[in-house]
């Protein structure tokens, strides 16, 4: 195959050139990893929810990474115009289908967070929040700009919009995690005490909502507390596993934790990770994602405009939180919490979500050497 020419002027070329060639190696360790801890994991949920194919998961999860590893890198192919509009129409389409799963979704665990297509389930709010940081990244620098424009007080009514159609769900997980987004892409714009107070008071009343009105997360923080308790019975056995793995793991034969599980191919994948491959491989696994996220917010740190900087730290933030999230609960250090690791664990939303997330970061972050007009640049 020829090499690549930096005078090579077709877009494929452009691109190379100018993506971030290091965060493209990251996720793809990170991609290969996910793979096989699903292959691992997979078959051991298939028996225990008695399916007879015992790679049903990691096939469908496989038909929906291809998808999502196209929609990154075709996302990034984008210049940060494309990508900004990209997003902020991704943004109201999610919060249109959220508001229609409320109406038509099945009630799965007492929530309505899916819209059924066939055999296929779509869960909108996972495409939202990229949406939503990318959007109020947009009206937060323009109004940095021009203060004359209402850019705070839009971003803050679509912070709201988001977020009720969240609660109605119900879903504070998520919740807490856009809520934290937001606080990032506040901060590099710019704080002021008042933004502080608005998002602090809608973290605690997020908490205090959950736990009052939503059974489900009450039984998950009492579980927290109470680690005896019928409620923390996940978490113990995820627990369970990483410490069985010790320091080399047990391989596939020796990891038997994972067959009583429950989620061990969604959100307690890293447990599988602790017991298959040991202290090793799980600690492999945060440093992968430690990495990235610190070279997302390295590459946001160098852009020029006021936009990218605060949208790539934002969605870095996504992602960060998100795995910090996972990771935790795995290890009890927080509140069983149905989250994904970004990439890795089961789910086509979370796939194609993270896929799209990722390609925003890429086309955000590239380094462009032509000059470009000001609004490619962007405030």
Do not use: C
């Not at 979370?350 to 962007?378: C, D, N, P, Q, V």
């Amino acid at each position: 195959m020829k090499a690549l020419s930096r005078l090579d002027t077709s877009p494929f070329a452009r691109w190379w050139w100018t993506v971030d060639r290091v965060s493209l190696a990251l996720i793809a360790l990170i991609v290969m990893i996910g793979a096989v801890l699903l292959l691992a994991a997979g078959p051991a949920a298939a028996a225990r929810l008695h399916i007879s194919d015992s790679f049903y998961f990691p096939l469908r999860q496989f038909v929906f990474l291809a998808p999502a590893l196209g929609v990154m890198v075709g996302v990034s192919l984008m210049t940060p115009l494309q990508a900004r509009r990209l997003a902020v129409v991704v943004f109201g389409v999610s919060l249109f289908l959220m508001t229609l799963a409320l109406f038509v979704g099945p009630d799965i665990n007492g929530a309505k967070r899916w819209l059924a297509f066939g055999p296929f389930s779509l869960q909108p709010s996972e495409f939202a929040k990229p949406g939503f940081v990318v959007a109020i990244a947009w009206m937060l620098a323009e109004a940095a700009r021009d203060r004359r424009f209402p850019g705070r007080a839009i971003a803050g009514g679509m912070y709201v919009a988001f977020v009720a159609l969240l609660i109605n769900q119900p879903d504070y997980g998520q919740t807490m995690l856009v809520t934290a987004a937001g606080a990032v892409v506040f901060f590099v714009i710019g704080w002021n005490w008042t933004s502080i107070a608005a998002l602090g008071l809608a973290a605690s009343g997020a908490i205090a909502g959950g736990y009052l009105f939503a059974p489900h997360i009450a039984k998950r923080i009492d579980g927290f507390f109470n680690p005896d308790g019928p409620g923390a019975y996940q978490v113990n056995k995820a627990l369970e596993a990483i410490s069985h793995g010790g320091l080399f793991g047990r391989g596939a034969e020796g990891a038997t934790v994972k067959m009583q599980l429950p989620d061990a191919h969604t959100d307690f994948i890293f447990a599988v990770a602790g017991e298959e491959g040991g202290f090793i491989l799980a600690v492999v696994v945060v440093t992968l994602f430690a990495a990235l996220v610190s070279r997302f917010f390295a590459r946001a740190s160098g852009l020029r405009s006021l936009f990218a900087q605060s949208a790539v730290s934002g969605l870095a933030a996504l992602i960060g939180l998100q795995s910090f999230i996972n990771i935790g609960v795995n290890l009890r250090v927080l509140p069983a919490k149905g989250m994904t690791l970004p990439f890795i664990s089961y789910g086509g939303s979370s796939l194609l979500a993270t896929g799209l997330t990722f390609g925003l970061i890429l086309a955000l972050s590239r380094t462009e050497t032509r000059a470009r007009r000001r609004k490619e640049i962007m405030p």
